[in-house]
């Protein structure tokens, strides 16, 4: 089962992922949207989750939290599981 397969904090405002089209060291991250986005955003219908592609781009993840706490993890080179548990981390409010 998925970890996303639930709402996620209200604490969290958006979702930010940041990857290269066809770079093999963002295969990970896109392997991770095709496999995730559907269910994370079933369960989050009103948050924000921004899919940003540009070459050259390393791959990144970024989380806005209320009153404007921004975090973010570098995913460059992991697997789409290594990916979802550093996203799972990061969406964890501290």
């Known amino acids: 089962m998925s970890s996303f397969a ?12 940041l990857c290269c089209q066809s770079g093999a060291a963002s295969a990970g991250t896109r ?22 592609e540009a070459k050259g781009t390393p ?6 939290f209320e009153r404007g706490l921004e975090k ?3 995913v460059e080179g992991l697997s789409s599981s290594d990916v979802a548990s550093k996203i799972s981390q990061l969406l964890t409010v501290t």
């Not at 639930?6 to 992922?17: G, W």
């Not at 392997?31 to 940003?52: A, E, G, V």
Request: net charge positive.
């Open 6 to 17: 639930k709402a996620l904090s209200p604490a969290v405002r958006e979702i930010r992922i």
């Open 59 to 64: 791959a990144r993840i970024f989380a806005r």
């Open 31 to 52: 392997q991770f949207i095709t496999s995730h986005y559907p269910t994370l955003k079933q369960h989050n219908p009103d948050l924000p989750i921004l899919i940003r």
């Open 72 to 74: 973010h993890v570098e």
